[in-house]
């Protein structure tokens, strides 16, 4: 069925939580682990519905966040989602806790009874006023970036059509566009303190009322993460800056004198090439239509897949005023649809939607198709895994989008790929940094900032700049608002990613049936399981990162 024409209806909370009620009611007079696992079953379609009907209400809401209607659903789910997420809870619990409990394990997987011994140390029905505080507040901050109104080159653009202007070929045009986006941020620099400021208090009450210290614990149930912790993530991010920066580092020399420069500075940070990074050739339209030719080379299974995506129109990419910054791929189950946002912009960013967002896409479709529903409850280390790996098998065809400039194009995404994994190492410090001490000033923060710049991006240079120059460049980073410690999981995919890259280039096939089968695997096993299972070698492991340096040494000589 096409996106546009999915019936929305809003969720009846009062209603789900009588269906709820019985269904437990149901389980706990089943007489075997068969009937309970037929309750199950039920339990599948209901919060299908549900979470159909809020994901719907949500695309809705971000493709234009001025529509009277849907911002009215976004909020009223921002109010209800922490109560129906405490129903499920309350329902899992009797699940995690049945008598017939092995032969249930035998239906659902073991990883799915320690995702449910997580979540209950995530959520407790006495957070529910604060989770709906907490909600208010990244609603506050998204409206706040995707209301952005920048007067810029006789145009009002919000933050993501800056984005031309900040990659431009002429580094002054870059200068006055930093300057004009630096002009937002410093602007409502207070706002965004305040909001940051709330949502680090209210997160550690939360994290305090369920017998916590602070809120890292809890950051880590809530991310799911559930075979490894804090000491595995300190571990890789070690190995990052002992092996990763300094590799990171030589590629941002190479670049520079690429650029003809003396030094780099911030407003160079996404430039790649003296003419300026290689822009796609084709309109929106032209751009799908090539996606559609190049999935359906790569193989059936992508083929079947991208044709789906495009028949039923589950792309919304077109860039607009009104509409939510950044992009995602979420899913809709009843309808066994995946669904690909995003803000084209005309830079090489749109071609990374076709390939990143539908790698996400990609591996939904697969996995939902497994009547498992857990099965389908991917960590997100994982998940990335299958996006950015997809960035790299599709490089093959890159002329379609980039013609005579696609050999720049994939020179400019490994170095991209590299450097990324100490920004995202540096996101993670941070966060835990701010976390463990909650009662730090706005203004410890910015420098706290400041400081790891150093560590994981010697180079970068903010100069004079009236914000970004003061440790604020973080607060672009929608992640650190919305979701704590999602960020660690893209450096951690893409060391697996960088992986694929070196086996692709040794064996295209065997590298994409090793893939395929990841996808495939979905969250049937944990994190560290599969990805040795499928022949990568996982991340925290000793050695890992010094060993995939050396591997990619001989791209960049």
Known sequence: MKFKDMPYQRVDFDQVEKDMHALMEEFDRAGSGEEQFRVHQKYYELTDRVNTQMTIANIRY???????????????????????????????????????????????????????????????????????????????????????????????????????YLIHSDRSVRKAAYAKQAEFFSANAEKLDEIYDKLVKNRTAQARAMGYSNYVELGYYRMGRNCYGKAEVENFRKQIKAFFVP????????????????????????????????????????????????????????????????????????????????????????????????????????????????????????????????????????????????????????????????????????????????????????????????????????????????????????????????GGIWQRQQHIYNSPFYYIDYSLAQTCALQYKVKMDEDFRAAWDSYLKLCKLSASDFFTNMVEEVGLTCPFEEGCIKNIVEKLEKYVK
């Open 62 to 164: 971000d493709v234009d966040t001025t529509d009277e209607f849907y911002s009215g659903e976004h909020l009223y789910y921002n109010e209800k989602r922490p109560v129906y997420h405490n129903l499920a809870l309350e329902y899992e619990k009797r699940l995690y806790a049945s008598p017939y409990r092995d032969y249930l394990v035998s239906r659902i997987g073991p990883v799915a009874f320690k995702n449910m011994e997580i979540a209950q140390k995530a959520m407790d029905e006495r957070l529910i006023p604060l989770m709906q505080e907490e909600n208010a507040l990244t609603t506050a901050y998204n409206e706040l970036i995707a209301g952005a109104q920048i007067e810029f080159d006789g145009q009002v653009l919000n933050l993501s059509l800056m984005r031309p």
């Open 247 to 470: 590799f990171a580092e030589k590629l941002h020399d190479r670049r520079r004198r690429r650029l003809g420069l003396d030094r780099l500075s911030y407003i160079d940070a996404s430039v790649y090439f003296k003419e300026g990074n290689p822009a796609p050739l084709g309109n929106p339209e032209e751009i799908l239509a090539a996606g559609q030719k190049m999935y359906g080379e790569l193989s059936p299974e992508t083929k079947e897949f991208y044709d789906f995506m495009t028949e039923n129109e589950l792309f919304d990419v077109l860039g607009r005023k009104t509409k939510k910054a950044g992009g995602y791929m979420t899913y809709m189950p009843v309808y066994h649809s995946p669904f690909v946002f995003a803000n084209f912009n005309g830079t090489s960013g749109d071609v990374d939607v076709i390939t990143h967002e539908c790698g996400h896409a990609f591996q939904g479709y697969l996995s939902g198709k497994d009547p498992v529903r857990e099965h389908s409850d991917i960590t997100m280390e994982t998940a990335e895994i299958h996006s950015m790996s997809m960035e790299f098998f599709t490089q093959k065809w890159m002329p379609l989008f980039f013609g005579h400039r696609a050999e720049d194009y994939i020179e400019m995404h490994l170095e991209d790929s590299a450097a990324f994994i100490p920004y995202g190492c540096m996101v993670d410090e941070f966060q835990h940094i701010v976390y463990e001490n909650p009662d730090m000033s706005p203004a410890q923060r910015h420098s706290a900032w400041l400081e790891l710049e150093k560590a994981y991006r010697p180079h970068q240079d903010y100069g004079d700049d009236i914000f970004f120059g003061k």
